[in-house]
């Protein structure tokens, strides 16, 4: 069986929906975390089969990106992380509910 | 692996081995510069900090029992999880389009095609992700201290 762009594209929805499912079932907020990256990696993946068809080089560039603002997001996401579990002793994200209005 | 285990520990282990995984994908596409940030900054770097911080706050095993199995809760989103890739599945295998009739050009995926690229015509993009990490180094310096004080 010949591999083509719909089987890459197949396995990044699969990847996303993995990542999606992770985020709306777990309560750990560090694999809610971990589960973004997964949902981004599933971009990449889409991104650079999606070059590979084209023949463009614009999706290398915008994975960079996405590679980017991945590594913000978790920097900063796990400093939270960090400050949260200093005031409540806790990593599940139903304490959470104090920031409503 | 990364979704079901309870440890965050080996859930940290299993999404290095899938960004590995699809680091060799990349390699196949002829990526391989992706390959390569995918490796050092994303295997590398990210996993790390997320290693870091587990082992940091040295989690006792009584205190991850609250994120047991919610059977409604799982249920649902394991409908969602079906619809998406089915969806995706059956849109895009009837357009399927093989890769082997393609040909690349010259240098696909090298360090210079993708800098000659990323200098040029995406140069504002660029500059804009740099703002961005500095407005992340900031942030997290900020956050830390405020903690402290």
């Given at each position: 069986?010949?591999?083509?762009?719909?089987?890459?594209?197949v396995?990044?929805?699969?990847?996303?929906?993995?990542?999606?499912?992770?985020?709306?079932?777990?309560r750990?907020?560090?694999?809610?975390?971990?589960?973004?990256?997964?949902?981004?990696?599933?971009?990449?993946?889409?991104?650079?089969?999606?070059?590979?068809l084209?023949?463009?080089?614009?999706?290398?560039?915008?994975?960079?990106?996405?590679?980017?603002?991945?590594?913000?997001?978790?920097?900063?996401?796990?400093?939270?992380?960090?400050?949260?579990?200093?005031?409540?002793?806790?990593?599940?994200?139903?304490?959470?509910?104090?920031?409503?209005? | 692996?990364?979704?079901?285990?309870?440890?965050?520990?080996?859930?940290?282990?299993?999404?290095?081995?899938?960004?590995?995984?699809?680091?060799?994908?990349?390699?196949?596409?002829?990526?391989?510069?992706?390959?390569?940030?995918?490796?050092?900054?994303?295997?590398?770097?990210?996993?790390?900090?997320?290693?870091?911080?587990?082992?940091?706050?040295?989690?006792?095993?009584?205190?991850?029992?609250?994120?047991?199995?919610?059977?409604?809760?799982?249920?649902?989103?394991?409908?969602?999880?079906?619809?998406?890739?089915?969806?995706?599945?059956?849109?895009?295998?009837?357009?399927?389009?093989?890769?082997?009739?393609?040909s690349d050009?010259?240098?696909?995926?090298?360090?210079?095609?993708?800098?000659?690229?990323?200098?040029?015509?995406?140069?504002?993009?660029?500059?804009?992700?740099?703002?961005?990490?500095?407005?992340?180094?900031?942030?997290?310096?900020?956050?830390?201290?405020?903690?402290?004080?």
């Amino acid at each position: 069986m010949e591999i083509t762009v719909s089987h890459y594209i197949v396995l990044s929805a699969i990847l996303f929906a993995i990542g999606v499912y992770g985020v709306m079932t777990r309560r750990n907020i560090l694999v809610v975390l971990m589960c973004l990256e997964l949902m981004l990696n599933a971009c990449n993946l889409a991104f650079i089969a999606f070059s590979k068809l084209h023949g463009g080089m614009a999706g290398h560039v915008f994975i960079l990106m996405t590679i980017t603002v991945a590594a913000a997001e978790v920097a900063v996401g796990l400093a939270f992380v960090v400050a949260i579990y200093k005031q409540r002793q806790s990593l599940d994200i139903d304490l959470l509910k104090i920031l409503k209005g | 692996m990364v979704v079901s285990n309870k440890n965050p520990v080996i859930s940290a282990i299993s999404l290095v081995l899938t960004l590995f995984s699809t680091a060799v994908l990349f390699i196949l596409l002829n990526a391989h510069f992706a390959a390569a940030i995918q490796v050092l900054v994303y295997a590398g770097a990210i996993m790390v900090l997320f290693l870091f911080t587990v082992m940091f706050l040295n989690i006792k095993d009584d205190e991850l029992r609250f994120d047991a199995l919610n059977i409604p809760r799982r249920l649902t989103f394991l409908f969602v999880f079906i619809i998406i890739v089915g969806y995706f599945a059956s849109k895009l295998f009837i357009t399927s389009k093989s890769f082997s009739k393609l040909s690349d050009p010259e240098n696909f995926g090298t360090v210079k095609e993708v800098g000659t690229l990323l200098f040029t015509d995406y140069l504002l993009p660029f500059e804009l992700t740099s703002i961005l990490i500095v407005v992340a180094i900031v942030g997290v310096v900020v956050i830390a201290k405020v903690r402290k004080a």
